[in-house]
Nanobody, 124 residues
Framework: QVQLVESGGGLVQAGGSLRLSCAAS????????MGWFRQAPGKEREFVGA????????YYADSVKGRFTISRDNAKNTAHLQMNSLKPEDTAVYYC?????????????????WGQGTQVTVSS
């Protein structure tokens, strides 16, 4: 089973960039689609983006399209979320998640393995 640990969060000014990483333990990382979600205080967890198990396909929420990029390195068991042109409304706890092969899901229930989350705060 894969265990996930996020890192790279922090405080950044609006317009800045951050790169989140998701390190996975276990030998089956490449078997999973990887998703990124975020949850702001008082709000539900929402889909940010996802990448297929092979890295060949990516999907993004409209709110981050053109600003965020997801990548993965199956040889290093890592996934990344590059966030550019950050806005105050991007402030949230960000989670990486692993879901099985098949159709990539954009909902929380589509993923059964989750990291602990990393805080991203964007100041105006």
């Amino acid at each position: 089973q894969v265990q996930l640990v996020e890192s790279g969060g922090g405080l950044v000014q609006a317009g800045g960039s951050l790169r989140l990483s998701c390190a996975a333990s276990g030998r089956t990382f490449s078997s999973y689609h990887m998703g990124w979600f975020r949850q702001a205080p008082g709000k539900e967890r929402e889909f940010v983006g996802a990448i297929s198990w092979s890295g060949g396909s990516t999907y993004y929420a409209d709110s981050v399209k053109g600003r965020f990029t997801i990548s993965r390195d199956n040889a290093k068991n890592t996934a990344h979320l590059q966030m550019n042109s950050l806005k105050p409304e991007d402030t949230a706890v960000y989670y990486c998640a692993a879901g099985g092969r098949g159709a990539i899901r954009t909902v929380v229930s589509g993923y059964n393995l989750w990291g602990q989350g990393t805080q991203v705060t964007v100041s105006s």
